[in-house]
C-alpha cells in the first residue's frame, strides 16, 4: 500500500507499464555457463545437451537468471552515460533526492522457461511508494517495482518484483 | 555425471518437515565479483571496496541480489535433480554476505501438495547464514514429478500455475 503524502507525479505512475524494452541480445550460452560456474551448479539442464533434450525439450537458461538478459551493457556506441537497470527505481531515487537504495525483498514468479536465443522484452511496473522510513541505513523510502518478461512470441516467461529501499544516510547533504 | 545429473526426487520422497541436505560454501571477493559480474551486474559496491565502504556505508563488497538466486536455485536443484521446476521465489535479504564469510544454506520442507492440474508442488523454507546470523531467508516453490513418467517442464499454460 503506498503513503498517502505521495506528490501527483508518483501517483499517476502507479500501475503504469513503464520502459517497454528489448534486450540487448539473445539468450546466449556464455552468460549461462558463466553464472553456473559463479555458483558452481552442476545441473545437467544446463551442461548436457542430451539431458536437456530430453527434460526440457532444449537447452534452457537458468530460471533465475531472467534479469540478466535485460541488464544493459556498461557502455555501448552512443550512450554518453552508464545505462541503469531498473530505472523506475533510479528516477525514484532522483524524485526523491535518495542518494543510497539497496534491494531488500525480491519475488519471481516462472512461467514458460527461457531457451538459448530467446529475444525477451520487459516492462517495469511501479506498485507502491511508502511513506518516508528510518533504518540503520538511513532515512528514505520504500517502493515495489514489477518487472514483467515476456519472449519474441509474446509468451509470459516470468515477472520479478523487487523491494527497494531508497535512502540518505544519517548527516549527510 | 555429476550427482545432479542421476538425482530424480518424486514427489512421493518429500514430506513437510524433511530437511533439504545443507551446503556450506566460503566466499571469497572473487565469489562476489564473479556473481554480479555473470549477472551483468556492473554497480560498484558488487566490485569495488572503496565504493562499497564509503558510499555504502557496508564492511566490504557484498553478493548481488540476482547472484544469491541462482545460489538459491542450485541448492534447491542439488536436492531435485533436473526434473525439479522452479516456480517462484521469494527472498528477503536482512544482511549482506562478504568476503571471509562462510555461508550456510539449510532448507525444510514446509508443504507437499498436488493442484488441480495434477502437478506435484512442494513449498521449501531456505535459511542463508553465516555464523549462524540469518543474512536471507527465502521461500521456494518447485514442482516435482508424481513418477518416473511425470515431467514437471511439460507443462504449458494453464497446466503451469506457479
Known amino acids: ?173 | 555425471m555429476s550427482a545432479t545429473a542421476t538425482r530424480k526426487l518424486l514427489l512421493g520422497d518429500v514430506h513437510a518437515g524433511d530437511e533439504v541436505p545443507a551446503l556450506s560454501y566460503p566466499v571469497t571477493a572473487t565469489t562476489i565479483v564473479l556473481g554480479a559480474l555473470a549477472a551483468r551486474d556492473w554497480r560498484p559496491m558488487h566490485h569495488d571496496y572503496d565504493f562499497a565502504v564509503n558510499r555504502n556505508g557496508t564492511k566490504d563488497i557484498f553478493m548481488n541480489t540476482p547472484n544469491q538466486a541462482a545460489w538459491f536455485e542450485r541448492f534447491l536443484t542439488d536436492w531435485t535433480g533436473p526434473t525439479g521446476r522452479l516456480g517462484r521465489m521469494k527472498f528477503r535479504m536482512k544482511g549482506s554476505v562478504f568476503p571471509g564469510d562462510t555461508m550456510v544454506l539449510a532448507g525444510t520442507v514446509e508443504s507437499v501438495e498436488t493442484d488441480d492440474t495434477g502437478c506435484g508442488w512442494v513449498t521449501v523454507l531456505v535459511r542463508l547464514t553465516v555464523d549462524g546470523d540469518l543474512k536471507t531467508d527465502c521461500t521456494a516453490r518447485l514442482a516435482l514429478p508424481l513418477n518416473d513418467d511425470d515431467n514437471p517442464w511439460s507443462r504449458r499454460g494453464d497446466r503451469w500455475r506457479p
Request: proline share 8%; charged share 25%; glycine share 8%.
Open chain 1, 1 to 173: 500500500m503506498s503513503a498517502t503524502d505521495l506528490p501527483e507525479a508518483i501517483v499517476k505512475l502507479i500501475g503504469e507499464v513503464q520502459y517497454e524494452e528489448a534486450g540487448e541480445f539473445p539468450v546466449e550460452r556464455g552468460y549461462i555457463y558463466t553464472t553456473c560456474s559463479s555458483v558452481e551448479n552442476g545441473n545437467p539442464l544446463f551442461w548436457d545437451d542430451d539431458v536437456a533434450s530430453d527434460v526440457t525439450g532444449g537447452p534452457i537458461a537458468p530460471p533465475t537468471m531472467i534479469s540478466v538478459w535485460f541488464r544493459p551493457h556498461n557502455w555501448s556506441p552512443g550512450r554518453t552515460e552508464p545505462a541503469v537497470p531498473l530505472q523506475v527505481h533510479f528516477d525514484l531515487k532522483a524524485f526523491f533526492d535518495l542518494p543510497e537504495a539497496v534491494m531488500t525483498d525480491n519475488t519471481i514468479v516462472f512461467h514458460e522457461p527461457v531457451r538459448v536465443g530467446d529475444r525477451l522484452r520487459t516492462r517495469q511496473i511501479l506498485r507502491s511508494v511508502s511513506e518516508p522510513k528510518t533504518t540503520k541505513l538511513g532515512t528514505g523510502r520504500f517502493w515495489v517495482i514489477d518487472v514483467e518478461y515476456l519472449n519474441q512470441n509474446d509468451e509470459l516467461v516470468g515477472v520479478e518484483s523487487y523491494t527497494g529501499f531508497g535512502y540518505r544516510r544519517e548527516g549527510s547533504q
